[in-house]
């Protein structure tokens, strides 16, 4: 097959289209023939040398992709070959066909063509799991979600309206924040103009907000628990503003607040297959009903993923950015 192979890290220019091994369906997996794949935050980590695949899982990058069934390994069962799939990927997404643990899988939703079904995956498992099987996200409350405009940003502030909470949001432009109140954004908030504590206390009558979902890291901990509402959660899943920072427990402990941090990628196959379940259960008939629809920026060809993670790094784009086989 042909895969995107990174032969030493570096720039964009370091991911080339290029012949490699066949992956092989072992115990408990199917082998899909890839239709597409889609750029998230961490294969631009990846490729540059600092965020390497964990222990025994495919070389090439690709978090997610969608396809056709090409073959069923022993022990599987509920799919067949042929079947059109998503799916939740340790790696390999960026490759003609790659292995795939069958609790990973998900159907092709009705309504969503399959090139498109790529776009999901990735981006509904964590917002799934973080807002609701980690903080609990309840009917009525009020969640900041950082980075609104991005692949992860603009599931969560469908997810989130879908569940009934008031959601605010932060982006770097008046054009990215129209496009999260297209979404359902209810605040929105320009981090290179406002200060987003501020805001989000004055948008609930100074309470803050029950549930922060943090993209940025050491940067927004302190401004992040001054967001935070009594009894609310912070839930950090990006690093982009760095991994250390100084934590005024005092700040925490008065107002009976928690912080977690969350990897998908590492959890073991378990963990995602429960993740995958949950997301098949809540997320799969919001798609289907059209409540959630999954925002594409642009396809490129597989082939141009250097271009592709060009302009995921420039920040242009709005939702995810799907590479075609
Ligand atoms: N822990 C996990 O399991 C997990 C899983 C998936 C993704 N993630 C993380 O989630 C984040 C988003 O991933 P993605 O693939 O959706 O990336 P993406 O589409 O490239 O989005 C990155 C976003 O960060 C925003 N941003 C940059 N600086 C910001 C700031 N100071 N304040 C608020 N927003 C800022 C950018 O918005 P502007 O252009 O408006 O600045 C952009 O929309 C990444 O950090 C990624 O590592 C974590």
């Known amino acids: 097959m042909h895969a995107i192979t990174i032969e030493q890290p570096g720039g964009p220019e370091a991911l080339v289209w290029d012949r490699a091994p066949d992956p092989v369906a072992g115990e408990g997996e199917v082998l899909v023939d890839v239709a597409a794949s889609a750029v998230n935050r961490a294969d631009l980590l990846q490729r540059q040398g600092f965020y390497d695949p ?16 090409a073959a069923v390994g022993p022990g599987v069962s509920g799919w067949a070959v042929g079947d059109e799939v998503c799916a939740l990927l340790s790696g390999g997404g960026y490759a003609e066909r790659v292995a795939v643990p069958a609790g990973q899988l998900l159907p092709v939703p009705a ?10 995956p990735e981006a509904a ?22 980075g609104g405009a991005s692949g992860i940003g603009t599931m969560a ?26 979404l359902g954004a209810d605040v929105l908030i320009d981090y290179r103009t406002q200060d987003f504590a501020a805001e989000v206390k004055a948008a609930t009558g100074g309470a803050g907000a029950d549930v922060v979902l943090d993209i940025i890291g050491a940067k927004y901990l302190a401004r992040n628990v001054d967001a935070l509402a009594v009894s ?25 607040a928690a912080v977690a941090g969350t990897t998908l990628r590492a959890r073991p196959r378990e963990e995602k297959a429960a993740i995958v379940a949950a997301v098949r259960e809540h997320v799969w008939p919001l798609v289907e009903a059209g409540r959630v ?28 950015v799907l590479l075609a086989v």
């Open 54 to 69: 964990p222990p025994g899982t495919s070389p090439h990058p690709g978090l997610e992709c969608s396809g056709r069934i």
């Open 111 to 120: 309504g969503t063509d399959l090139a498109t079904a790529a776009a999901l």
């Open 125 to 146: 498992c964590t917002v799934w799991s973080n807002l609701f099987m980690v903080a609990h996200l309840r009917p009525g409350e009020t969640v900041l979600v950082h």
């Open 157 to 182: 502030i469908q997810l989130a309206k879908a569940a009934g909470a008031t959601v605010a949001v932060t982006a770097g432009s008046p054009e990215k924040l129209a496009r999260c109140k297209e």
């Open 232 to 256: 609310g959660r912070l839930v950090v899943i990006g690093l982009q503003g760095g991994v250390k920072a100084e934590l005024n427990l005092g700040a925490l402990l008065a107002k009976r």
């Open 293 to 320: 629809r999954p925002v594409v920026h642009t396809v490129l060809p597989m082939r141009e993923a250097a271009e592709a993670h060009r302009l995921v790094e420039s920040g242009a784009h709005v939702g995810k």
